[in-house]
């Protein structure tokens, strides 16, 4: 990850081998801060590229380079129409085990430094794509904790530069990228297997006592048994006329992220149970994490989602959820969670049980 611009390493054009300049998939990238640290857009020379730009024509080296922005650099377009494919190591060195392991498999693979001058590129061709794509899905990739791989649905930087530290087992010949698909195996392997449904008891471990505190409220509203994945009809769910609720004179002054129903809410497990049901998607970050391109938007969506089957049990239980889910990074600090769950509940305007009271 890049954190300073002016600390972002220029393209060494001499060290990217002259077979790859030649394919007609190159873009460039400029940098951009943004939440205190450097994204890098995507660009043709100065104009920002938009939507599935990775499936637009590409140009050859020659002429990214020619174009190429103010500390900025070039890209390498993936996508399902080409076989390039690349492993992403980040705060990697020359002797680091983790790159080790993958030119033990893929011993010819051609490797750079990534323009922050920490991580590692290690590049290939990925033949048969197909047969990673996930059901559901329109790219291929996953984000994981040791490997990131990417074989479609973005562009990857290319600076030229080798390691500092030369690894022992690398030294690039030849005219073309080998195959990467050992190595990608390999990665795919770490990939935490999602679980078909859910235990209870799995879901239940996972959740501190905190998140029972909101069961305590109590009223005649009907609520869903937990047994099965919801209807359509679930989902309609509106509060019953005769419900009674406190009037705005008698209410206790709250603040935003402390207003809840009136309603008697399942436990938060159950409650999940039903949700990794009703959305596989949901299920799908719960137990695997990352796979947009866009991390912070997915861990937004993520937050968006627990609001609507949540909320009733307020921020703090949908932050708890958010920590123990596989999209809960560390690195991002201990303001990010907390931030994220609390501008997706800016957008809730009603939940699995119905609209709040305000």
């Known amino acids: 990850m890049i954190t300073d611009i002016s600390k972002i390493l220029t393209v060494n054009a001499d060290g990217i081998p002259g077979f790859l300049k030649s394919k007609p998939y190159w873009i460039n990238w400029k940098p951009v801060c943004a939440d205190g640290k450097v994204k890098k857009l995507p660009t043709y020379g ?11 024509s590409g140009r050859t080296f020659a002429e990214a380079f020619r174009t190429m922005p ?27 085990p983790r790159l080790l392991k993958i030119l033990q498999l893929v011993p010819n693979a051609w490797h750079e430094l990534s323009p922050s001058g920490y991580g590692v590129h290690v590049w290939g061709v990925l033949p048969d794509k197909k047969s990673y794509l996930l059901p559901g899905r329109n790219q291929i990739g996953y984000h994981g904790n040791e490997y990131e791989w990417y074989g479609s649905g973005r562009a990857i930087t290319v600076t030229g530069h080798p390691l500092k530290e030369p690894t022992p087992l690398y030294y690039f010949r030849g005219n073309c990228l080998p195959d990467l698909t050992p190595a990608v195996s390999f990665c795919e392997s770490l990939r935490p297997k999602m679980k078909e449904k859910p235990h209870r008891e799995n879901i239940s471990a996972a959740f501190s ?5 909101s069961a305590c409220l109590k009223n ?38 402390q207003k809840s129903l009136s309603t008697a809410p399942l436990p938060v497990e159950s409650i999940l149970q039903k949700a990794f049901a009703c959305d596989p998607e949901l299920q799908r970050m719960f137990y695997e994490g990352h796979s947009w391109q866009d991390k912070s938007r997915e861990d937004f969506s993520f937050c968006c989602r627990l609001w609507f089957w949540l909320g009733s049990h307020g921020a703090r239980a949908i932050e708890t959820v958010f920590e123990r889910s596989a999209l809960y990074r560390r690195s991002k600090g201990a303001h990010y969670v907390g931030l994220t769950v609390r501008n997706a509940g800016k957008r809730w305007d009603g939940n699995y049980y119905g609209k709040r009271f305000l």
């Open 46 to 56: 100065e104009a920002v590229l938009r939507g599935r730009y990775w499936d637009t």
């Open 70 to 96: 103010e500390q900025g650099g070039v890209s390498l377009l993936l996508s399902m129409e080409n076989p390039l494919a690349c492993i992403d190591i980040d705060d990697c060195n020359g002797d680091d």
């Open 209 to 213: 006592d905190e998140l029972t505190e």
């Open 220 to 257: 005649s509203f009907t609520t869903f048994s937990d047994a099965g994945p919801c209807s359509a009809a679930d989902l309609q769910f509106s509060l019953p006329d005769n419900s009674t609720t406190l009037s705005t004179a008698t209410q206790p002054a709250k603040t935003f992220f």
